[in-house]
């Protein structure tokens, strides 16, 4: 069988690297790590809730944090901030506000900054999202990836695989269906691809999508 890894830790030190930057000790890495859980948790909680109900994305492409002594930055990528920060002056403030509530952090100072991706669609957890929305009002799942690859296609990217899990249209017995477009050499380690797995619940059941996006060889 061929054994199966995860692209992104695949190609850490070479095409990618890390999303959180911080030191600590053996003993304190445990609590780091559980934090920085917390903050990407709460930050997704949050423009879940405020995005408006039509859109049904979020846009979060990933979540950066760094960690000093007595700062933490965090930076959220997005593809649409227009969803977090539009009719809400203080939508960046409040989200801030609720973060530090989440980690009770006295001694140490807490930035929150957002910026902005240029193609969105070129983004595997965004391109998720609209997978999951289209499947959520029950489209059907080969429209759903087509539509996708439509998306991605403008994004100038060099190659897309998405794959669908479970009980997909509703069917007993689950399978797994799965497209490809362009090349995705996942052996590759010189070559940049962007992962993401991301779970939707539909009134069937569970499904998993997986998409891998070639961005470009270095």
């Known amino acids: 069988m061929g054994q199966k890894i995860n692209p992104l830790g695949f190609r850490l030190g070479t095409t990618q690297s890390h999303y959180s930057l911080w030191f600590s000790q053996p003993k304190n890495y445990s609590e ?5 859980q ?5 930050i997704k909680n949050y423009v879940q809730k405020n995005t408006r109900a039509s859109s049904g994305i979020e846009g979060i492409a990933r979540i950066e944090i760094q960690k000093r002594i007595d700062l933490i930055q965090v930076i959220i990528h997005m ?19 609720n ?11 807490l930035n929150i900054a957002i910026t902005r991706i ?11 999202e609209f997978i999951a929305g289209q499947l959520k009002s029950r489209v059907s799942f080969r429209k759903a ?13 060099k190659g897309i695989q998405i794959q669908i899990a479970g009980r ?8 797994i269906e799965w497209i490809r477009e362009g090349r995705v050499p996942l052996q590759t380690i010189r070559a940049k691809i962007d992962y993401c ?16 996006i070639f961005m470009d060889e270095e």
Request: hydrophobic fraction near 35%.
């Open 145 to 157: 990836m087509k539509k996708a690859i439509e998306l991605t296609e403008q994004a100038d990217t």
């Open 32 to 36: 780091g790590l559980q934090e920085d």
């Open 168 to 175: 997909i249209d509703g069917k007993e017995i689950a399978r």
């Open 79 to 97: 593809g649409f901030p227009k969803l977090l920060i539009e009719n809400r002056p203080h939508g960046v403030e409040d989200l801030k506000i």
């Open 38 to 42: 917390k903050i990407r948790d709460c």
């Open 118 to 128: 240029a193609k969105p669609y070129g983004h595997p957890n965004i391109l998720a």
């Open 197 to 212: 797995a991301y779970t939707v619940r539909t009134i069937y059941g569970v499904l998993g999508i997986k998409i891998w």
């Open 99 to 109: 973060v530090q509530k989440e980690l009770n952090c006295v001694n140490r100072k």
